[in-house]
């Protein structure tokens, strides 16, 4: 929807998929802590991904940084990010992707 919405406004937003990913560990985490209450996970990343898409305003506009380079870098945060904490939040080690 947020594309579709920056598609119609003539922008590209190359940092779409990082607040997705973002908002959906933000989500699984919240709906986790307050014993699978979806709803409030669903809030909570809805609140997120506008902060994120606030965060990216700013920093292309305020800050007058390259919109496809800054989505990148969101792109590539948020990738690693969910991969570290997802693996911080399983806290055994045969959840471990990369090893063998």
Known sequence: MSYLIA???????IGIEGMMLT???IGVII???TGTNVLIGF?????????LGLLLCF??????TDPTITGIAFNLS?????I??????CRRKRYI????
């Open 97 to 100: 992707i990369f090893t063998k």
């Open 31 to 33: 709906s986790a802590v």
């Open 43 to 51: 809030i909570v990343s809805i609140i997120v991904g506008i902060f």
């Open 23 to 25: 908002c959906a560990l």
């Open 59 to 64: 920093i292309v506009i305020r800050l007058d």
């Open 7 to 13: 598609d119609f406004a003539g922008i590209s937003n």
């Open 84 to 89: 570290f904490f997802t693996l911080l939040g």
């Open 78 to 82: 948020a990738a690693g990010g969910t």
